[in-house]
């Protein structure tokens, strides 16, 4: 069992910058792959980024690619999410979520294990 906390969350103008972070504890970071996840209103939960149980592979949507970083500190327990030049369309509930183990990665929410509580990002026009 492990539990997630996610932080950093808040509200931005557009071109702003965030950095959510996701502490865990329970078990150690570093037995997952981990991600992160939005949902904003009247929509699905998407997939923002990934990471390895190493740091060694990232992945990301399309949407966000080349503006938004994931990266991790396994000794820190914690996985991090870097938003720069944000947008009024990533405004979402950002939501931290551990993968099924080292081995699958979270890029849909069927292959997420344990979810964080969620953080509210606002980006202002």
């Known amino acids: 069992q492990v539990q997630l906390v996610e932080s950093g969350g808040g509200l931005v103008q557009a071109g702003g910058s965030l950095r959510l972070s996701c502490a865990a504890s329970g078990r150690t970071l570093s037995s997952y792959a981990m991600g992160w996840f939005r949902q904003a209103p009247g929509k699905e939960r998407e997939f923002v980024a990934a990471i390895s149980w190493s740091g060694g592979s990232t992945y990301y949507a399309d949407s966000v690619k080349g503006r938004f970083t994931i990266s991790r500190d396994n000794a820190k327990n914690t996985v991090y999410l870097q938003m720069n030049s944000l947008k009024p369309e990533d405004t979402a509930v950002y939501y931290c979520?551990?993968?099924?183990?080292?081995?699958?990665?979270?890029?849909?929410?069927?292959?997420?294990?344990?979810w964080g509580q969620g953080t509210q990002v606002t980006v202002s026009s």
């Open positions: 979520a551990a993968g099924r183990g080292r081995v699958v990665v979270p890029t849909t929410p069927r292959s997420v294990s344990y």
